[in-house]
Nanobody
Framework: QVHLVESGGGSVQVGGSLRLSCAAS????????MAWFRQAPGKEREAVAT????????YYANSVTGRFSISQDNAMNTVFLQMNSLKPEDTAMYYC?????????????????WGQGTQVTVSS
């Protein structure tokens, strides 16, 4: 089991920045990838960014490339999402997710563990 707890969400104006954190506990050595997803009201949950632990490869949704950055601490128990140049369309609930069996970076069904989410609201 992997337990995930997000923090760092909040309200910010257009162009502002936020840094989300995801603290992982439990059997964290089993995780192959950590990711951030988001879900806006009435929309599907979508992948924002994924980091594969062994290769350290990162992947981003086109809509956030160049503005968001995913990283992890040295102990690999905390994953961060640095969000810059925020736009109103970035408004959503952001979820941290962990993958233990491998799969596509964008596929929410490939992630077995989820946090409860943290709200990000960007106002103009």
């Amino acid at each position: 089991q992997v337990h995930l707890v997000e923090s760092g969400g909040g309200s910010v104006q257009v162009g502002g920045s936020l840094r989300l954190s995801c603290a992982a506990s439990g059997y964290t050595s089993s995780t192959k990838a950590m990711a951030w997803f988001r879900q806006a009201p009435g929309k599907e949950r979508e992948a924002v960014a994924t980091l594969f632990r062994d290769s350290r490869n990162t992947y981003y949704a086109n809509s956030v490339t160049g503005r968001f950055s995913i990283s992890q601490d040295n102990a690999m128990n905390t994953v961060f999402l640095q969000m810059n140049s925020l736009k109103p369309e970035d408004t959503a609930m952001y979820y941290c997710a962990a993958q233990t069996r491998g799969g596509y970076w964008w596929d929410k069904d490939a992630f077995q563990y989820w946090g409860q989410g943290t709200q990000v609201t960007v106002s103009s």
